[in-house]
T-cell receptor, first 113, second 116 residues
Framework: ETGVTQSPTHLIKTRGQQVTLRCSSQ?????VSWYQQALGQGPQFIFQ???????GRGNFPPRFSGLQFPNYSSELNVNALELDDSALYLC????????????FGPGTRLLVL | AQSVTQLGSHVSVSEGALVLLRCNYS??????LFWYVQYPNQGLQLLLK??????LVKGINGFEAEFKKSETSFHLTKPSAHMSDAAEYFC??????????????FGTGTRLTIIP
C-alpha cells in the first residue's frame, strides 16, 4: 500500500509568482485535504476535495485554489505569492465512505523571498 | 467553531519518566479528537484517535489518551519516555461527523524534549 506522497519537497519562489504543489493520495482514498503549517504553528485547514469538487474551505483568500483529478490526486495552486505564504504545505487523504481518519504526506516546504 | 488548546508549548522530561501532554477542547457537539506527532522535517503521523467508542484510547509507541467530557480534556500520556519520543505533538478536533474525514482544527503544538 502506497502512502500519501507530495512533490516537490522544497521550493523557493519570489513574491508575486505563482506555485503549484502536487499530492498523490493513499491507495483507496478519495478525499484530499490541504493544510498550511507556518513555522512554529499548528496546521491550518485550507480546503478539501471530494469527487473532484471543493468540499469545505478554511479562512484563505481566493488566490489559494485547488484541483482534484479522477485518480484522486490533487494540486494546490497559489497565485500572487506573499512572504507570509512561506510555510510547510501538508496534504492529507482519507476514504470518505469508510469514515477513515486523514493520513498526511511529508509536506512541501515553500519559501517566498 | 471547535477549537483545541494545548497547555505548554515546550515540555521536558527525563528518559524513563512519565510523559503528560495536555489538550483541552471546545465543542458544541460530541467531538472526534486526535493526537498527531511530527518529527523534524516530516509530515504528521497519527498517534491515536477518540471516536466515542471508549474513553481510554491506546495508540502507537506506548501512548494513550483519556477523554474526559466533564473536563473537556484529552491529555496524552506515556508511562516511560524514550529518547525517540522527542518530537512535536499536536492535538486536533474534527468538525463534522465523519471520524476526522472532514476539517481538522489543530492546537499550536507541544515540543517534547527528552533529557538523557
Amino acid at each position: 500500500e502506497t502512502g500519501v506522497t507530495q512533490s516537490p519537497t522544497h521550493l523557493i519562489k519570489t513574491r508575486g509568482q505563482q506555485v503549484t504543489l502536487r499530492c498523490s493520495s493513499q491507495s483507496g482514498h478519495n478525499t484530499v485535504s490541504w493544510y498550511q503549517q507556518a513555522l512554529g504553528q499548528g496546521p491550518q485547514f485550507i480546503f478539501q476535495y471530494y469527487r473532484e469538487e471543493e468540499n469545505g474551505r478554511g479562512n484563505f483568500p481566493p488566490r489559494f485554489s485547488g484541483l482534484q483529478f479522477p485518480n484522486y490526486s490533487s494540486e494546490l495552486n497559489v497565485n500572487a505569492l506573499e512572504l507570509d505564504d512561506s510555510a510547510l504545505y501538508l496534504c492529507a487523504s482519507s476514504a470518505r465512505q469508510a469514515q477513515e481518519t486523514q493520513y498526511f504526506g511529508p509536506g512541501t516546504r515553500l519559501l517566498v523571498l | 467553531a471547535q477549537s483545541v488548546t494545548q497547555l505548554g508549548s515546550h515540555v521536558s522530561v527525563s528518559e524513563g519518566a512519565l510523559v503528560l501532554l495536555r489538550c483541552n477542547y471546545s465543542s458544541s457537539v460530541p467531538p472526534y479528537l486526535f493526537w498527531y506527532v511530527q518529527y523534524p522535517n516530516q509530515g504528521l503521523q497519527l498517534l491515536l484517535k477518540y471516536t466515542s467508542a471508549a474513553t481510554l484510547v491506546k495508540g502507537i509507541n506506548g501512548f494513550e489518551a483519556e477523554f474526559k467530557k466533564s473536563e473537556t480534556s484529552f491529555h496524552l500520556t506515556k508511562p516511560s519516555a524514550h529518547m525517540s519520543d522527542a518530537a512535536e505533538y499536536f492535538c486536533a478536533v474534527a468538525e463534522g461527523s465523519n471520524f476526522g474525514n472532514e476539517k481538522l482544527t489543530f492546537g499550536t503544538g507541544t515540543r517534547l524534549t527528552i533529557i538523557p
